[in-house]
């Protein structure tokens, strides 16, 4: 079934559209945990620990790539919408090459800070030997990194979902099967599980380069282009809320793990890890039907047709409720044997991890709502309101149940802060929702 982003959408149609990708986004995610998996049990605690404070300081070099995906995405297909294919072809291509050029800026800038912040945030001894040797390997493929992300989006805007599944299932299981060589039958430890990440992440950043700059059957490709400052800005404002978005958190995983550190010590921040990797791949679902769907909403906004924004928002609503009931009874079923799956090897780390993971993803409940909201106001081009949902659900509301919460319930308060944090904001996306539906028509 051949589907535009122009079609009507019946909930099939819909679903269909945006599994590649949901599946896309999920499937990113294992980047970091095949790595945890490999790194965790045939290598060890302490360099797992390792891979897990470092992360969060690689995502946030990567925003970029959020960033420019998301917003050049809602300005491409409103571009699209409103009849310019021409127009619509050069934003896209200034934003790639825009991407690309502060990408490698941000990666040389990286390459020297890493130490010297592992450093303040704590690290020493071996602990800060492996994050370094980690971290600086994961840095020279920063720039394929911020690509990959990058073009999840924008191969929904040209049409293309599942090519640009197809990209990330290639790189996703390169990285994999590397994983498997490097560090389970050659025992490369540490450094097996970098070159394994980089090289899928080459994979997923050069490939569509390569495909975008040749003539194809997608509504893009990149072509000779003018620079156009306002574009760019409008770019990054439109994109602001998801850069926000894995902003605050990676800087919330590092507050998250400082506060374990403090209470627990080392196992703390592994069971943490498992627990944030298990977030990953269902958040990811959230964000990826969120982001699947934007570049329709762009569209219909961009061409004027109200009956379609009220199809879609109505639609998204029903498909939400049902994916954040399902998945938080996965989450608390099936709680142990994930949990086993990285941490199998210590029953005390195990039961810690599968007690935090089961109090985290009662928040799955709510997260889907807060993460659609704005992404949907990032489709509508409204980057302002997207930003302060995402900055109220991040560094306003999450920050202070993380500070708070564990003076008067100890660890509990520690896993119990995403849930609470969620309640607040829903009162927040919900409200602006309610203020704005007349200004767009999606009620």
Known sequence: MKIQISDHFSFPKLIIFTLPTIAMLVFTSLYSIVDGF?????????????????????????????????????????????????????????????????????SILGWFLINPVLQKFGADGELLINSVIYGKLLILSLPAFILQFMFQTLFITAGKPTLGLCVTLIAGFTNMFLDYIFIGKMHFGLQGAAYATIIGQFIGGILPILYFAKPNSSLLRLTKTNFDFKILLKTCINGSSEMVTQISMSLINMLYMWQLLRLTGQSGVAAFGVIMYLEFIFSGIFLGYSTGSSPIISYNYGAGNSNELKNLFKKSLIILIILQTTLTAIAEIFAYPLSGIFVGYSSSLHEMTTYGFRLYSLAFLIMGFNIFGSAFYTALNNGVISAI????????????????????????????????????????????LYRTKSVYGYV
């Open 389 to 432: 949902i995402s900055f109220s659900r991040t560094c306003v509301f999450q920050v202070l149940c993380i500070l708070i919460l564990p003076a008067f319930f100890g660890i509990n308060g520690i896993w119990s802060a995403i849930g609470i944090s969620e309640i607040l904001t829903l009162a927040i996306t919900g409200s602006f």
């Open 38 to 106: 490999f790194v965790s049990n045939y290598v060890g605690e302490p360099a797992f620990a390792a891979i897990n404070l470092v992360f969060p300081f690689i995502m946030i070099l990567g925003v970029i790539g959020f960033m420019f995906g998301t917003g050049g995405s809602a300005l491409v297909a409103k571009t699209l919408g409103e009849n310019q294919p021409a127009k619509a072809n050069s934003y896209f291509s200034m934003i790639v090459y825009s991407a690309l050029i502060l990408a490698v800026a941000i």
